[in-house]
């Protein structure tokens, strides 16, 4: 298997593994794959009071194209809105990284990863915001 | 061929013993780690193979990272396919330890240094990988991955 030099400098010089803690309200965590696939990425986004992306951290078990496509996307998000973040497609993630077709599904996964991050804030806020409706008394200032 | 078979009827006893020996080293240096699984039997078993799976780590980016090392995933007859090894499925590895596997062999010429060598970059590169792993980091939080609901397609 020949990888790509990208590929081989994000797995080499992964951007942002980590993790943020998941019951901040501010963090979107997405976890998406299965170890019976072969590839397991955690997604994590954390957003701030105007809707964009300040940090995102990845965690990821599975090869180099894998891994390349977290530690990219995780790169890609910062800066943007939510809404902007929703736009990046596995195609460009697969373009940038010149993945071969055997390797496309990687980055098929960090778009999921990140779809699903995306969900788990907005459903976080939501939340959060209906609670607030019910219980005014309670909202902080 | 004949000259082939002459110096292996000479030297094979002999060869065999060192070899099962750098195995040997090999394997007590690696599965000091945890979560480290010998794939197979070790005594019905030629000398020179060894096959463990790296719980929590992949194998295709375990062996991008031991590049130094010539070694090969799942099992002699998958190593280039995507697919988990049929061998060690049938030895009653679940998929994910089947992902997570790799196959090493000593040959004639490895020397002792190599070996250890072989370990250090190992224990390095795993725990490397593993400090980028959502399962080691669910096993290191206690969580018991077999009862995780994943969204495979």
Redesign the interface.
């Known amino acids: 298997m020949s990888y790509s030099q990208k590929v081989v400098d994000h797995y080499e010089n992964p951007r942002n593994v980590g993790s943020f803690d998941r019951n901040d309200a501010s963090v979107g965590t997405g976890m998406v794959g299965a170890p019976a696939c072969g590839d397991v990425m955690k997604l994590q986004i954390r957003v701030n009071e105007n809707g964009v992306i300040q940090d995102a951290r990845f965690k990821t078990y599975g090869c180099g194209s894998a891994i390349a496509s977290s530690s990219l996307i995780t790169e890609w998000v910062k800066g943007k809105t939510l809404d902007q973040a929703m736009q990046i497609r596995n195609t460009h993630i697969a373009e940038e990284l010149a993945l071969p077709p055997v390797k496309i599904h990687c980055s098929i996964l960090a778009e999921d990863a990140i779809k699903a991050a995306i969900a788990d804030y907005r459903s976080k806020s939501e939340e959060a915001v209906g609670a607030a409706q019910q219980h005014p008394a309670n909202v902080a200032a | 061929m004949g000259e082939a078979f002459r110096i292996a009827k000479e030297d094979m006893s002999s060869d065999n013993e060192r070899i099962r020996g750098l195995r040997d080293r090999l394997m007590a240096g690696l599965t000091e780690m945890p979560e480290v699984y010998v794939n197979g039997d070790m005594h019905r078993r030629v000398p020179h193979n060894l096959n463990l799976s790296f719980n929590?780590?992949?194998?295709?980016?375990l062996i991008?990272a031991i590049k130094e090392v010539a070694v090969s995933s799942g099992s002699a007859c998958t190593s280039?396919s995507?697919e988990?090894s049929y061998v060690l499925r049938a030895l009653g590895r679940?998929?994910?330890l089947a992902?997570s596997s790799i196959r090493f062999t000593v040959g004639r010429f490895t020397t002792r240094e190599e070996i250890d060598y072989t370990i250090d970059l190992l224990r390095s590169k795993v725990n490397r990988l593993r400090?980028?792993?959502?399962?080691?980091?669910m096993h290191s939080e206690g969580i018991d991955?077999s009862t995780v609901q994943?969204?495979?397609h």
């Open positions: 929590f780590v992949e194998g295709e980016s991008m280039s995507l988990p679940s998929d994910e992902h400090e980028m792993s959502p399962l080691w980091e991955l994943w969204t495979a």
